[in-house]
């Protein structure tokens, strides 16, 4: 549960997250998610947003058990602008880190620094 503000009510202040807006990312979801764990800060949320993929994405995601690991996924392709307005929308955070993940295996990255997202 969230606080007016987007951050998660149970203990402890996690203010940074990041959002993977990701479509038949079979091939690098895997390392994306990895990246994201592996990092030196804890106190964050993965939400990752999955746009209809057709793929093994769906089964890759779900063998993580990480509570910082939010799932969402559209029953029908919406595109990556709809997918990342979604999370942002969801969050409603302060500190925000953009993953995009394409089908290339490049991820962009996006920090968005404001005072509230909604």
């Known amino acids: 549960m969230h606080d ?16 993977a807006c990701i479509y038949n990312s079979q091939k690098f979801i895997r390392e994306t998610i990895n990246s994201v764990l592996s990092q ?7 939400l990752i947003i999955n746009d209809a993929s057709t793929d093994d994405t769906e089964k890759i995601i ?13 029953s029908r392709n919406r595109g990556v602008a709809n997918a990342r307005n979604y999370g942002i929308i ?21 920090n968005n620094n404001c005072k509230k997202c909604r």
């Open 62 to 74: 779900q063998s993580y058990n990480d509570p910082r690991i939010v799932y969402k996924k559209f």
């Open 4 to 19: 007016e503000w987007g951050v998660l009510i149970h203990g402890q202040d996690r203010s940074f997250n990041y959002i």
């Open 90 to 110: 969801w969050l409603r955070v302060n500190l925000l880190h953009l993953l995009i993940v394409m089908t290339s295996g490049i991820a962009i990255s996006y």
């Open 40 to 46: 030196s800060f804890k106190l964050y949320e993965l």
